[in-house]
């Protein structure tokens, strides 16, 4: 089946360092999503993104669909304690459109 | 507005005995989903149903994992016999139409199983 590769694995920064990570597919996929989750709670959305090459803004994230249907990234600006947690990609591929296929997450930790 | 509901929150239970989670997706939500997440990973779906249909449970175990969603609201999801490596976090989401709506999550039950 579909399936998506999320790196890094997991990422410790400084508060206020800039923070990318990205997910990859071998097939293409129709929307793709950023969630959050913190621990002992459910994943919350973060961006949507429903078009090959758009670039979507909420706050201080930044995610983009790439040209090529594969790829996505998410970059969060001047890290604060409080975006600790695991974020997610996930996307509907193009075989089951009705199936939300997850990552494997990256967990972010930042230090004061 | 109420968010995704369920229960227990945790359940701690031995090998090959059953356990039952329950869901209440938000009000008017007609699109259920019941996912697994065992550590480190993320979420995968088991079932989807779309008001009392189930729609997709092909990910389903279904010779040990069952699931129901009378009347098209709550829904419960059932492991008889349990095993060792069903330990896991079990997810329940909502959307208010179909799959291509945004899902809404709730905090999920972890399940151990010694």
Redesign the interface.
């Known amino acids: 089946g579909q399936q ?1 590769n ?1 790196s890094p694995q997991s990422m410790f920064i400084q508060e206020g360092e800039d923070v990318s990570m990205n997910c990859t597919s071998s097939s293409i996929f129709n ?1 793709w999503l950023w969630y959050k989750q913190d621990p ?6 973060l961006i ?1 993104l429903y078009k090959a090459g758009e670039l979507t803004s909420n706050g201080r994230l930044t995610a983009q669909f790439g040209i090529t249907r594969k790829d996505s990234f998410l970059n969060i600006s001047a890290s604060i304690p409080s975006d600790v947690g695991i974020y ?1 990609c ?1 996307g ?1 591929g193009s075989s089951n ?4 296929i ?4 990256t967990t972010l930790q930042v230090k004061p | 507005e109420a968010g995704v509901v369920q229960s227990p929150r945790y359940k701690i239970i031995e090998k090959k005995q059953p356990v039952a989670f329950w869901c209440n997706p938000i009000s008017g939500h007609n699109t259920l989903y019941w996912y697994l997440q065992n550590l480190g990973q993320g979420p995968e779906l088991l079932i989807r149903y779309e008001n009392e249909e189930a729609v997709d449970d092909s990910q389903l175990p279904k010779d040990r994992f069952s699931a129901e969603r009378l009347k098209g609201v709550d829904s419960t999801l059932k492991i008889q016999p349990a095993e060792l490596g069903d330990s896991a976090v079990y997810l329940c989401a909502s959307s208010l139409l179909g799959p291509s709506d945004e899902q809404f999550f709730g905090p999920g039950t972890r399940l151990t199983v010694l």
């Open positions: 998506l999320q929307t002992g709670e459910g994943p919350v959305l949507a997610f996930a509907h459109t009705g199936k939300l997850f990552g494997q997450g």
